[in-house]
């Protein structure tokens, strides 16, 4: 395989908003993308979403306890087998037949990150999954970067980079930030000169969706509008900004139970939404103090955009230009999903997935598991 050969690839991302599975293909040589093709995407049932749930919260006390247990492989399976469905689905619908896909870049579903004790855990069989749906599937992404001292994540900036080289910006948006608001919040950092470096900034929607879930039945602030009628503590936002992880220097990561709910257990559900969404807030715009300098625009994808209270906040706080993704012409909903299909074909170039910017790790260094179909 040449390095400079274009693949199709299609790429699936579960994130740690519990929503569904993001699919979206395109053609790539791995540095440049040539052709973004059509997406999908597949909503958990809510009974896969309360499994999943359910993992989180065995994984949050168990830990690697929980490695070989049943329940465990009887959810990946089921979550494998979706991601096969979600895949089929968008070639039907897309007209495409399987000889079509080169490769399939399958994130899985991250039950717990845990970089400081040299481990990361994603839920998702790429054996099964490459023979339900007979193309070659690349997944575990992250694992080799976390054995080699990395963070493991982010690992969507070189797809950010690629992407930001042909978007047309303005001399006045550089540097410039991609923020990812979905479970957990990162940032991508981008300069004229090709300097990229990320990080997880702090809580995104992962706390608001799970105060939602508990207190209204809701999966997510729809608009925002509990948070607005609502009033927000500081002295939560405070405390929580006191955490020892906001002044760490980067690259560095989280895991989506690292900041917990209740912080804001006495509140009423205005204020507990109003409160945890002025906390993904600070703590996107507090990032600002540990980058070289301050971004002159600001790219959102991921759920986040969406929510006029988070959006707002942030214009009003960084007093930069924030925009969706979409401004630039790119697809903030599937924007990860693309990620996972390019890395995907990095991976199987052996080309590098993560930098000492991005992770930390100490030089470029390749990564994923390739399983053959058949």
């Known amino acids: 395989m040449t390095k400079k050969a274009e693949l199709t690839a299609i790429g699936l991302m579960s994130g740690t908003s519990l929503d569904g599975i993001d699919v979206a293909l395109l053609r790539t040589d791995g540095e440049t993308v040539e052709h973004l093709g059509p997406t999908y995407f597949q909503p958990y049932s809510r009974a896969q979403t309360m499994r999943l749930r359910m993992l989180l919260d065995m994984a949050a006390e168990q830990g690697r306890g929980l490695f070989g247990s049943p329940v465990v492989h009887a959810v990946e399976q089921d979550l494998t087998r979706a991601h096969a469905r979600a895949v089929e689905s968008l070639l039907e619908g897309a007209g495409l037949d399987t000889d079509a896909i080169d490769l399939v870049g399958f994130h899985g579903q991250t039950l717990l990150h845990r970089p400081v004790e040299g481990w990361t855990w994603q839920i998702g069989d790429g054996a099964l999954l490459a023979q339900e749906l007979g193309i070659p599937v690349v997944n575990d992404f992250r694992s080799a970067d976390v054995a080699a001292g990395g963070e493991g994540a982010p690992l969507v900036p070189l797809y950010h980079q690629a992407l930001l080289r042909s978007a047309g910006l303005a001399d006045d948006d550089w540097p410039v930030a991609i923020l990812n608001i979905g479970g957990v919040a990162n940032i991508t950092y981008l300069d004229r000169d090709g300097g990229v470096i990320a990080f997880d900034t702090g809580p995104g929607?992962?706390?608001?969706?799970?105060?939602?879930?508990?207190?209204?039945g809701a999966e997510l602030d729809l608009d925002g509008a509990l948070a607005a009628s609502g009033r927000v503590d500081?002295?939560?936002?405070?405390?929580?900004?006191?955490?020892?992880?906001?002044?760490?220097?980067?690259?560095?990561?989280?895991?989506?139970?690292?900041?917990?709910?209740?912080?804001?257990?006495?509140?009423?559900?205005?204020?507990?939404?109003?409160?945890?969404?002025?906390?993904?807030?600070?703590?996107?715009?507090?990032?600002?103090?540990i980058m070289p300098t301050a971004p002159g625009r600001w790219l959102v994808c991921g759920g986040g955009r969406k929510n006029p209270v988070i959006m707002e906040g942030l214009q009003r706080t960084v007093q930069v230009p924030v925009d969706p993704v979409e401004a630039v012409g790119l697809r903030g909903d599937f924007l990860e999903a693309e990620a996972f299909a390019f890395l995907a074909v990095r991976s199987a170039k052996g080309m590098p997935l993560s930098l000492p910017t991005t992770t930390g790790v100490s030089e470029p260094l390749t990564g994923g598991r390739l399983y053959r179909a058949g």
């Not at 929607?205 to 209204?216: K, P, R, S």
């Not at 690292?258 to 993904?280: K, N, Q, R």
């Open 234 to 289: 500081d002295s939560v936002v405070a405390a929580a900004l006191s955490h020892p992880y906001f002044t760490r220097a980067f690259p560095k990561s989280l895991d989506r139970n690292d900041f917990p709910i209740d912080m804001v257990a006495a509140l009423s559900p205005e204020d507990g939404a109003a409160t945890l969404t002025a906390l993904t807030v600070a703590t996107i715009a507090a990032s600002r103090k």
């Open 205 to 216: 929607n992962a706390l608001i969706n799970d105060w939602l879930q508990t207190h209204t």
